[in-house]
């Protein structure tokens, strides 16, 4: 299969608007995608600008469309705001949407617990285990501590 690199605005619009069509994607990583298709940069800086304008591109709502998603999945915030740098986002604008003291990540973090395991362990090691899983998905201790809270009380 031959490459077909784009060499005018209108054929890199086009693939920007096949590729959001699709789903949500962060700016940067609309630009990667378009300069793999052999885009020059002048055009595809043209043609962002242009898609944000008409809004069909907007990094706030791949933001929040990440957001809901990985947390609907059972990660945690720290998890999520590593990924979103992943896509070099703005750093701000990534904390305006990830509120780590907000009580709904110790909810989420409860059930994700109480999801994975079945009852709460007393022994140190199974403990841990608990522990570790929710750290490892991105929660903080302060929201683990919370969600073993929870759970230690709902088998109480």
């Not at 070099?88 to 109480?114: G, K, V």
């Amino acid at each position: 299969m031959l490459l077909r690199i784009l060499t005018t605005e209108s054929e890199v619009y086009q693939a920007a608007i096949d590729y959001l069509s699709r789903r949500e994607h962060a700016s940067q990583e609309l630009k990667s995608k378009l300069k793999a298709k052999g885009a020059d940069d002048n055009l595809i800086d043209v043609v962002l600008t242009r898609v944000q304008t008409l809004g069909y591109q907007s990094d706030e709502r791949y933001i929040e469309m990440i957001i809901r998603s990985r947390k609907a999945r059972g990660y945690g915030p720290n998890y999520i705001r590593q990924m979103l740098q992943q896509f070099r986002l703005d750093s701000s604008l990534i904390d305006a949407y990830i509120d780590s003291r907000n009580p709904e990540w110790n909810r989420c973090a409860y059930q994700q617990l109480s999801k994975k395991f079945k009852q709460p362990e007393t022994e140190f090691k199974l403990r841990q285990k608990q522990q570790q899983h929710l750290y490892q998905r991105g929660f903080s201790p302060e929201q683990i501590r919370s969600a073993l809270s929870l759970f230690d009380q709902a088998f109480e």
